[in-house]
């Protein structure tokens, strides 16, 4: 579960540099990336050592980035825009893998282990 953690990261981290070279972001908004990546990468290490609290802050993060991300009509607007040229393309990917797809496996596999959580007695 790190794994798919310490991905997500470096798909930010991937999506954040090309904004920040491109100048399409401002500087603020590379910050708090930078600053999500750190919080990402350290529950990561955390999960890995598996401590409970941060296998369940890590759900908890799947589940902010999925609907934040939802919410943010650029991010909606970049992934449905029909013109892409190689770096745009990389740039959505890199937003789909780091904000959608790898924080919802994440908590797939979350429900997956710890069903008996869920299950009513």
Known sequence: MSAIMVLSAMFLAIGG????MENLVPILLTFSTI??????????HFV??????SIHAGLALGIISIIFNFSQPTHIDAILHPLMNA???VLVASEVLGFFLLPAAYIIIY??????????D
């Open 17 to 20: 540099l090309l904004l920040r």
């Open 35 to 44: 600053g999500t990546i750190i919080l990402i990468l350290a529950v990561a």
């Open 48 to 53: 890995n050592l598996g401590k409970k609290w």
């Open 87 to 89: 770096q745009f393309m």
């Open 111 to 120: 429900i997956s282990k710890y069903r008996a959580i869920f299950r009513k």
